[in-house]
């Protein structure tokens, strides 16, 4: 039996395997105005078939995961919302039916944010979040990842990956959040993060973040302090340095027994 959890309110729920095609539409649009997203993606252009594929991949990953957490939000359906992606995703932006289940669209709903969260290894929580829906069959979906640059990965690997190791130690970890933005500024990421910390204040347990100096005001205003600042140095395709913004959030009382802590 399962530690209790936070309700899930409002708009919020968990992610199911029926939702990755438009979360990969979603995570697209929104990751496109980070800095590492051309720093990562310099072919995006050429190929924007792979970034979504890609996206998707990962999302799917999360979702079948049981040490994560993936939560999403719906919203009312903006028609006109692909005037507000870039060109190269407006250009071969699926239709709704591709990307939003029947019963979202019967409802004019569609997810519009996604959050995805790590739980501590080994954590008591193992499993509790799956969706349901494993028996979702899903079209083949290659993912050729010719939109980015391998110099990019292995950067990213030698340089932030250790340092991330060290700082989230102990803590959940945000991995992933994105809001399509035809509806931002709404309050959709804020009420993610809020469910993962009221998680956090239930478990006793910190939470950690890295993303690009753009997320830092929105978490320092949710209560993280900066940890740390990572410079990942540039390469051919893209000269200039990215950075990495570390964030913790830490919880005061830990006094009682975590249900994130290591299943004996």
Not at 65 to 94: F, G, H, M, R, T
């Amino acid at each position: 039996m399962f530690p209790p959890a936070p309700p899930f309110s409002g708009t919020v729920r968990l992610a199911k395997l029926a939702d990755i095609p438009r979360i990969g539409v979603v995570a697209a649009a929104s990751f496109y105005h980070s800095s590492w997203f051309k720093y990562e993606r310099p072919y995006y252009e050429k190929y924007p078939f792979d970034t979504l594929s890609s996206y998707r991949d990962s999302f799917r990953k999360a979702i079948r995961d049981p040490d994560s957490i993936v939560l999403v939000v719906e919203d009312a359906l903006d028609q006109n919302e692909s005037q507000q992606v870039y060109d190269a995703l407006a250009k071969v932006y699926p239709p709704f039916e591709e990307q939003i289940p029947d019963e979202g669209l019967k409802k004019g709903k569609a997810v519009v944010s996604v959050a995805a969260f790590s739980l501590l290894p080994e954590s008591s929580r193992h499993g509790q979040f799956q969706p349901e829906d494993e028996g979702v069959k899903l079209p083949d979906d290659p993912v050729n990842r010719r939109d980015m640059s391998q110099t990019a990965i292995e950067n990213m690997s030698k340089v932030l990956h250790p340092k991330e190791v060290e700082t989230f130690k102990h803590h959940v970890v945000i991995d992933m959040m994105a809001t399509h933005p035809a509806y931002w500024r709404r309050g959709h990421a804020s009420a993610t993060t809020e469910w993962c910390l009221s998680l956090s204040q239930l478990d006793h347990v910190g939470i950690g973040v890295a993303g690009a100096p753009l997320g830092k005001i929105f978490f320092s205003s949710l209560g993280f302090k900066e940890s740390s600042t990572v410079e990942i140095p540039g390469y051919s395709e893209h000269p200039k340095s990215v950075f990495a913004w570390l964030g913790l959030r830490e919880v005061k009382d830990t006094s009682s027994k975590s249900a994130q802590s290591v299943v004996p």
